[in-house]
């Protein structure tokens, strides 16, 4: 039988295993451990943000952001088009309108151009989510938004540990986001954190993602909250996963570079560099581009999954969902970067232990058909 080349195996460790051990056997196993705290309190320190809130997943953590920085019906929050649908359902959850962005055609992020056009009277906030490698030029962006007044909020969760100009990602908006499902570079299996410096946030935050317990009366609840509460358990795994975070993102970055070695010189493929001036590709994923249209990534995953290598497409852009039709901003623009690797684009596996023998062989592979 082949081999097989799953996109991700989660890394779990010894210690993971010994710290959920520990905290089922003391019985601390719900939302009110002592690990969660711990864990806020960690992460806190490492993006270096006053306020860390431990939640359910990522898109919890989006939800409960939206909701705390007050969007509400008749507002607009600019987004990317080509991003996870969890940054539309945020906002229309709450009665606001997404208004979409297109991404660049090889860094996959925001248009921030773009950006800077589609901000009117009604626009509340700016949601800027990091896309599979490099970070969004956040110096610029959170120029033009703080002269506008506009809330910032930084979707973090592809890229834990990534850094722009010596600050972490998910450092620069006023409101942060983070994912720990099991494909992220730490994990607790399902997870997500928001942060923040603003107290008042801070606040909210805790209360929405509790069901909005009253604080004198605890069955008279205050708001329309969640039950998006995270576990001591998950805590338990994020405590150990985090100490291990730069041995990921170091295994990871090499495992990008072996594959642009390998991959860079086929003129019918674009794969992003380990290195952009001064910044670096983390490689949540490793991300390529077909060049030459003559196959789809959808055509082209059909054939690597029968030599054993599994792949994922990009992306579905957010203009083209057709549960998003009735509830996203109608104007005249066109996304056709997203569009265009949407239909393009897909990542190979790159998980913590693929070897780089292993490497070769999918690479061979991709080479072989798209020579």
């Not at 509790?210 to 969640?226: A, E, P, S, V, Y």
């Not at 996963?241 to 072996?258: D, F, H, R």
């Not at 077909?290 to 579905?316: C, D, H, M, V, W």
């Not at 901003?329 to 897909?346: C, L, M, Q, T, V």
Request: proline share 4%; glycine share 6%; with cysteine.
């Amino acid at each position: 039988m082949k081999k097989f080349y799953p996109v991700n195996i989660p890394k779990v460790n010894k210690r993971d295993i010994d710290n959920v051990v520990k905290v089922m056997k003391n019985g601390w196993i719900s939302s009110d451990g002592p690990e969660v705290k711990i864990f806020e309190k960690n992460f806190s320190k490492f993006i270096k943000k006053k306020n860390s809130i431990a939640v359910s997943n990522g898109t919890a953590a989006l939800e409960i952001a939206m909701k705390a920085i007050g969007i509400k019906p008749g507002d607009e929050v600019i987004i990317p088009n080509f991003t996870i649908i969890s940054n539309a359902l945020a906002v229309i959850k709450l009665g606001a309108t997404p208004v979409l962005v297109d991404c660049g055609i090889y860094n996959w992020n925001i248009n921030v151009e773009s950006l800077e056009k589609k901000i009117t009277p009604k626009t509340k906030a700016v949601l800027i989510t990091h896309i599979y490698s490099f970070s969004n030029p956040m110096d610029k962006i959170v120029k033009i938004l703080k002269k506008k007044k506009l809330v910032i909020i930084e979707d973090a969760a592809e890229v834990v540990g990534l850094s722009y100009k010596n600050k972490m990602c998910g450092s620069f908006g006023d409101i942060s986001t983070f994912s720990f499902y099991a494909n992220k570079h730490i994990t607790t299996g399902e997870g997500g954190m928001i942060c923040t410096n603003n107290n008042s946030y801070a606040t909210k935050c805790r209360e929405l993602r509790n069901l909005c317990f009253g604080k004198n009366d605890r069955f008279n609840h205050t708001d329309i909250g969640w039950n998006y509460r995270f576990t001591n358990m998950q805590a338990a795994i994020g405590l150990s996963q985090l100490e291990n975070i730069n041995k990921v993102i170091k295994k990871k970055a090499l495992i990008g570079k072996t594959y642009y070695q390998l991959l860079s010189k086929n003129k019918n493929i674009f794969i992003q560099k380990p290195q952009l001036k001064k910044f670096k590709n983390i490689y949540w994923i490793v991300g390529i581009l077909i060049l030459n249209k003559k196959i789809s990534a959808k055509e082209l995953s059909l054939k690597l999954l029968k030599k054993g290598i599994q792949t994922r497409p990009f992306f579905y852009p957010m203009n083209k969902q057709k549960i998003l039709k009735n509830f996203i901003k109608k104007d005249k623009g066109k996304y056709p970067n997203s569009e265009h690797i949407s239909k393009y684009g897909f990542y190979l596996p790159s998980y913590f232990d693929l070897a780089k023998k292993d490497i070769k062989f999918i690479c061979n592979e991709l080479n072989e058909i798209l020579s």
